[in-house]
C-alpha cells in the first residue's frame, strides 16, 4: 500500500471543522475559566480559614504550643506560595489558527511550567519535613510534654503530607514529561 504523505495532508487541509465547533470552543473555554475562578476561590478560602484556624486562641486565651509550632511555618510557606502564584499571571492561551510551531513552542513553556510547579511541591514538603524534625529534636531537648506532643503531631501530619504530594507528583510528573515528549516530536515533524 503506497501512502502519499503530501497527498493525505492536502487533503486534510481541505477539510471545514463542524460548524458548530466555534460555539462549543467557546463554552469550554468560560467553563475552564469558572472553575479557574473557583478554584482560585477555595485557594484563598483555604488560606484565610488556616490562618484563621492557626491564630485562633485557645480556651486559656492564649495560643497552644502546637499553634506556635506551625505559624513560623506557614508564615513562610504562604508568603512564598501566594507570591509564586500571583506572579505567575495567567496561562498564555493558543488561538485556534496559529501555526503548529506557535502552538507547539507555548504548550512546551506550560509543560515545562508544570514541572517546575512540581519541583516546587517537593521542595515545600521537604522544608515541612526538615522544620518538623528540627521542631521534635528542639523540643524533645529543652520542651515541656505539650510542646513534645505538639511537635510530634506536627511531624505525623508532615509525614503523611509528604507521601501524599510525592504520590500526585510522581504521578503527574510522569504524566507531564509523557506529553512534553509528544510535543517535542510534535515540533519536530515539521
Request: charged letters at 20%.
Amino acid at each position: 500500500m503506497d501512502i502519499n504523505d503530501d497527498a493525505l495532508r492536502t487533503l486534510w487541509q481541505r477539510q471545514q471543522p463542524p460548524s458548530d465547533l466555534a460555539d462549543t470552543m467557546a463554552r469550554k473555554v468560560r467553563r475552564h475559566h469558572r472553575l479557574e475562578k473557583l478554584r482560585r476561590a477555595l485557594d484563598i478560602a483555604v488560606t484565610i480559614g488556616g490562618i484563621a484556624l492557626l491564630t485562633w486562641p485557645v480556651a486559656g486565651g492564649g495560643l497552644s504550643p502546637g499553634q506556635w509550632l506551625l505559624i513560623p511555618f506557614f508564615s513562610v510557606f504562604l508568603i512564598t506560595s501566594w507570591s509564586i502564584l500571583l506572579r505567575q499571571g495567567c496561562d498564555q492561551r493558543v488561538a485556534a489558527h496559529q501555526p503548529m510551531s506557535v502552538y507547539v513552542t507555548i504548550r512546551k513553556v506550560q509543560l515545562r511550567n508544570r514541572l517546575r510547579h512540581l519541583r516546587l511541591a517537593r521542595m515545600a514538603y521537604l522544608a515541612l519535613c526538615g522544620y518538623a524534625l528540627v521542631s521534635v529534636v528542639t523540643c524533645y531537648l529543652v520542651a515541656t510534654a505539650d510542646w513534645q506532643q505538639a511537635a510530634l503531631r506536627l511531624a505525623v501530619w508532615a509525614v503523611l503530607w509528604a507521601l501524599g504530594t510525592w504520590w500526585l507528583a510522581k504521578k503527574q510528573r510522569r504524566a507531564t514529561r509523557e506529553q512534553y515528549r509528544q510535543i517535542a516530536r510534535l515540533g519536530g515533524k515539521r
